[in-house]
């Protein structure tokens, strides 16, 4: 079992102006991201990379910084590049909605950063987001897409999530 985290862990409020520069940073990442991604066939539907960074955001940094990089990254991906097409949008956001919200409480409540805690944050928003998919859409094969060929950008929001909370953002 891995043991608690030297990793610091914040909640930032609206009225911090650092909330608003760490989303932007979070949300240029998650526009960064995903246009490399795309440079491969399916590359977006299998790395999910437009989450990556609403991970990071919230867990690091609070649910502010995580709901505005949710919200802000898809309609800025989809009006500059196209991708996601608009229509995929709103369950694009609900997602990172509730991958923002799932990551800053489980940050919030374990103070602490391992792969365990983030296989809970990235299972649950999955599951609970297939399943509003899947009554959005009505469609069950189109709401479960990313555990169908998505567990490679799962285990990147894991993996590379850990080692960058962990190693990388440590302050």
Request: glycine residues 8%.
């Amino acid at each position: 079992m891995e043991t608690a985290s030297n990793v610091k862990l914040y909640s930032l409020s609206l009225r911090d102006t650092r909330t608003y520069v760490f989303a932007l940073l979070f949300i240029v990442g998650n526009i960064v991201l995903p246009q490399l991604c795309h440079l491969f066939p399916k590359g977006g539907l299998i790395m999910l990379p437009i989450y990556f960074f609403t991970l990071i955001g919230a867990y690091k940094y609070g649910l502010k910084v995580g709901l505005l990089t949710a919200l802000l990254s898809p309609l800025i991906n989809s009006l500059l590049f196209g991708m996601p097409p608009m229509a995929g949008v709103p369950v694009i956001i609900i997602k990172g909605v509730l991958l923002a919200s799932a990551a800053a409480f489980v940050a919030h409540k374990t103070q602490k950063v391992t792969l365990l805690t983030l296989i809970a944050v990235v299972l649950l928003y999955q599951v609970v987001g297939c399943a509003i998919e899947w009554a959005i859409k009505a469609d069950f094969m189109a709401a479960v897409q990313d555990f169908r060929i998505g567990i490679p950008g799962m285990l990147l929001q894991i993996v590379g999530g850990y080692l960058l909370l962990k190693y990388v953002l440590k302050k």
